[in-house]
């Protein structure tokens, strides 16, 4: 057995920031497997990724190191949500994503941490919170890995959710 494929990959250094026109139009042109391919953005909308209101909600880069590589994004407030799902005083949304060829080396799991880091530091929520197709088990691991509780399961576009909790 090979255990390499275990080991978590590392980043050294991350960066969270908003994204650049050219940024938003690859991860806007990021295709995933099956059944994954279910989050695939549309690079016709790309400028959905530049958009940050006024209380910083909105997509972010998430960017290795010395490189400026985007390996991923985030994305807070009502982007984060998914039809089903209503804003609630003090809850931050929050979603994102891995670059499709990072996938399933352990990326996610050592960005979390930064992203609820940044979140926290930037919204000062009382609750996380985030919606998880049902199917993806993966995500659904990360997040109860992170302290999330599932509250519940419901109907979305398309598809069933869980709904997961992190308190402060």
């Not at 650049?20 to 295709?31: F, H, L, P, Q």
């Not at 290795?64 to 390996?71: H, L, N, S, Y």
């Not at 005083?89 to 994102?96: A, N, R």
Request: hydrophobic share 40%.
């Amino acid at each position: 057995m090979n255990c390499d494929r275990w080991q978590a990959e590392t980043v050294a250094e991350v960066v969270i920031r908003p994204f650049r026109e050219g940024e938003a139009y690859a991860v806007a042109s990021w295709a995933y497997e099956p059944p994954y391919d279910w989050y695939d953005g549309d690079p016709t909308h790309f400028e959905d990724y530049l958009a940050v209101d006024d209380n910083g909600y909105g997509y972010y880069a998430i960017v290795a190191g010395e490189q400026d590589e985007v390996i991923g994004f985030c994305c807070f407030g009502p982007e984060a949500r998914v039809a089903g799902q209503e804003a609630v005083d003090g809850v931050l949304d929050i979603g994102g994503g891995v670059r499709p060829d990072r996938l399933s080396v352990g990326i996610a799991t050592g960005l979390f941490p930064d992203i609820i880091n940044f979140a926290r530091a930037t919204f000062s929520p009382t609750h996380f919170r985030t919606a998880i197709a049902s199917f993806n088990e993966r995500s659904t691991r990360l997040c109860l890995s992170a302290g999330f509780t599932v509250v519940r399961r419901f109907d979305g576009p398309g598809k069933d959710f869980y709904e997961l909790l992190l308190p402060m």
